[in-house]
């Protein structure tokens, strides 16, 4: 678990506004992102009065999401800030709208999240030393050779994971198609609408979460176990949600598994990336 202080967060992300303007993006105060930074600027100054005095203050539910966001924010911004593809303003251009807290969230204006998870995404990858880029379908990952491209989705229930999957198959395979024969596929679907709609904060250990994954992943084993393309190797169920922990105010819970679709040097490939990125420490 990486463990930072609000304080070093909010002086780390003093360049956010900056960057977006050097991506041709107007910082706005009311957008979602903005927001939960006002939110994370509250947190520290609580904590800094719990220092000074003895009395800190808890955590709100209404708190949960935006300082969690806050959090992502920081990350993608440090795996991001100067990677000069036209690709990271586009996306953050869109990943920027949306309600401040994910309860409100209605089918007219998720997209937001939906991009924000494949930023998200990447930056963790990118963190912990993996090559990959946002390119169609949406992330490129290159490991020892190998092109894996990652298509994401974000369900908004767990009734809709198979949908939610299969559409991502689809854009698979449509990219698939205009690609070298020796580059795979991973369905990358996010599970954190699904398990927190936005109104729960997760009291378990990483293995019990990681359990709840694995569970998700064995109820779609039937039909990834049906999909005939040989190219597209692995899925990836991933969930990132506001947890508690003993020695932090508020941490991010995420966990990730994938599931063979196709043995192929792909899916060892894209195996080894996902234990790498269990293991492998991020970069400051």
């Given at each position: 678990?990486?463990?930072?202080?609000?304080?070093?967060?909010l002086?780390?992300?003093q360049?956010?506004?900056?960057?977006?303007?050097?991506?041709g993006?107007?910082?706005?105060?009311?957008?979602?992102?903005h927001?939960?930074?006002q939110?994370?600027?509250?947190?520290?100054?609580?904590?800094?009065?719990g220092l000074?005095?003895?009395?800190?203050?808890?955590?709100?539910?209404?708190?949960?999401?935006p300082?969690?966001?806050?959090?992502?924010?920081?990350?993608i911004?440090?795996?991001?800030?100067?990677?000069?593809?036209?690709?990271?303003?586009?996306?953050?251009?869109?990943a920027?709208?949306g309600p401040?807290?994910?309860i409100?969230?209605?089918?007219?204006?998720?997209?937001?999240?939906?991009?924000?998870?494949?930023?998200?995404?990447?930056?963790?990858?990118?963190?912990?030393?993996?090559?990959?880029c946002?390119?169609?379908?949406?992330?490129?990952?290159?490991?020892?050779?190998?092109?894996?491209?990652?298509?994401?989705k974000?369900?908004?229930?767990?009734?809709?994971v198979?949908?939610?999957?299969?559409?991502?198959?689809?854009?698979?395979?449509?990219?698939?198609?205009?690609?070298?024969?020796?580059?795979?596929?991973v369905?990358?679907?996010?599970?954190?609408?699904?398990?927190?709609?936005?109104?729960?904060?997760?009291?378990g250990?990483?293995q019990?979460?990681?359990?709840?994954?694995?569970?998700?992943?064995?109820?779609?084993?039937?039909?990834?176990?049906?999909?005939?393309?040989?190219?597209?190797?692995?899925?990836?169920?991933?969930?990132?949600?506001?947890?508690?922990?003993e020695?932090v105010?508020?941490?991010?819970?995420?966990?990730?598994?994938?599931?063979?679709?196709?043995?192929?040097i792909?899916?060892k490939?894209?195996?080894?990336?996902?234990?790498?990125?269990?293991?492998?420490?991020?970069?400051?």
């Amino acid at each position: 678990m990486d463990s930072f202080k609000y304080s070093e967060i909010l002086r780390r992300l003093q360049g956010f506004d900056a960057w977006l303007t050097s991506l041709g993006l107007t910082p706005r105060p009311d957008d979602r992102i903005h927001q939960a930074f006002q939110f994370l600027r509250r947190a520290d100054e609580a904590s800094r009065r719990g220092l000074e005095t003895g009395e800190y203050i808890e955590i709100q539910p209404g708190d949960w999401f935006p300082v969690i966001e806050a959090l992502e924010a920081h990350d993608i911004f440090t795996a991001f800030h100067d990677d000069p593809s036209s690709a990271v303003g586009a996306a953050l251009k869109r990943a920027l709208s949306g309600p401040l807290q994910p309860i409100n969230e209605n089918q007219n204006n998720r997209e937001g999240r939906n991009i924000w998870f494949e930023l998200s995404l990447a930056a963790e990858w990118r963190l912990r030393g993996a090559s990959v880029c946002l390119e169609e379908p949406d992330l490129r990952l290159t490991r020892d050779g190998i092109t894996i491209l990652v298509a994401c989705k974000r369900p908004a229930t767990a009734e809709s994971v198979e949908n939610t999957l299969r559409g991502a198959i689809r854009q698979l395979r449509r990219n698939l198609d205009i690609s070298p024969s020796d580059t795979f596929g991973v369905a990358a679907i996010s599970l954190s609408s699904a398990f927190n709609p936005g109104d729960k904060v997760f009291s378990g250990d990483i293995q019990s979460l990681g359990k709840l994954v694995d569970r998700e992943l064995d109820r779609h084993r039937p039909f990834l176990s049906s999909v005939g393309d040989p190219r597209i190797c692995c899925a990836l169920f991933h969930v990132a949600t506001p947890g508690v922990g003993e020695s932090v105010d508020l941490l991010r819970a995420s966990f990730s598994a994938a599931q063979e679709l196709h043995p192929s040097i792909g899916s060892k490939t894209f195996a080894e990336h996902v234990r790498a990125m269990r293991s492998d420490p991020r970069k400051p």
